[in-house]
């Protein structure tokens, strides 16, 4: 049975639309965009995002149908799937099990299955210790270190990181581990090519 790990915010989520009226102006809106989105909180106003952070989100089109066609909860399916929220954007008020239960309610009430949900900053330490054989994922930076690791990972392509190629692998790594990654990485553009992508692998 294949274990697939999907990372929550950026992949299943618009970031840019869980607090809109926040973010207006970013014409792009990656990982590390957090960090100054964060600076123009006020304590109420970061109190507030917090608490509805995951209530808030908004999914990407098909993402949550293909992820329930991929839970299974016999031993004889070909899969199983989970969700990963790295804690980005940081919610320093809420305890992990709070996101946890937030992002369950979420799912359920989105009509959406999944066979677990995980909250880890360390991707690739959980991917390991969990023996993830997928991972579905909007960071090329994480991408790339999780192919490194022999992990077949689907990078979803967004806004922020259309432009992203493997060519930049050739400044950054060598030779031997440029064919690894570059066997381990796919991907997509929408969650309907995930699917298919996902499939293949299985």
């Given amino acids: 049975m294949k274990k697939i ?11 840019k639309d869980a607090y809109s009226d926040l973010v207006v102006g970013y014409s792009t809106f990656c990982p590390d965009a957090w ?3 964060n600076d123009f909180f006020s304590s109420e106003q970061r109190q507030e995002f917090e608490d509805n952070y995951v209530n808030r989100s908004k999914p990407y089109s098909d993402a949550l149908q293909t992820i329930t066609s991929f839970c299974s909860m016999s031993n004889e399916d070909r899969s199983q799937i989970f969700i990963l929220f790295d804690n980005k954007p940081h919610l320093v008020s809420q305890e992990p099990q709070e996101t946890i239960r937030d992002i369950a309610f979420w799912l359920d009430k989105n009509n959406c299955k999944a066979n677990g949900i995980y909250i880890e900053s360390d991707k690739l330490g959980i991917a390991k210790q969990c023996g993830v ?10 991408a790339i ?12 392509l967004r806004s922020w990181n259309k432009k992203f ?14 064919e690894k990654i570059k066997e381990n990485i ?8 995930a699917g298919r992508l996902i499939l293949s692998l299985l």
Avoid: H, Y
């Avoid at 054989?133 to 994480?142: C, G, L, M, T, W």
């Avoid at 270190?145 to 979803?156: E, R």
């Avoid at 190629?165 to 440029?178: N, P, V």
């Avoid at 796919?186 to 090519?193: P, Y």
């Fill in 133 to 142: 054989d997928i991972f579905v994922e909007d960071d090329p930076r994480i």
């Fill in 145 to 156: 270190t999780l192919a490194n690791a022999g992990i077949k990972v689907i990078l979803m």
């Fill in 35 to 37: 960090t100054t989105v």
């Fill in 165 to 178: 190629s493997l060519d930049i692998l050739d400044l950054i790594t060598t030779k031997e581990k440029q």
């Fill in 5 to 15: 790990f999907v990372d929550f915010s950026g992949t299943i989520v618009r970031d």
């Fill in 186 to 193: 796919l991907f997509a553009d929408d969650w309907n090519e």
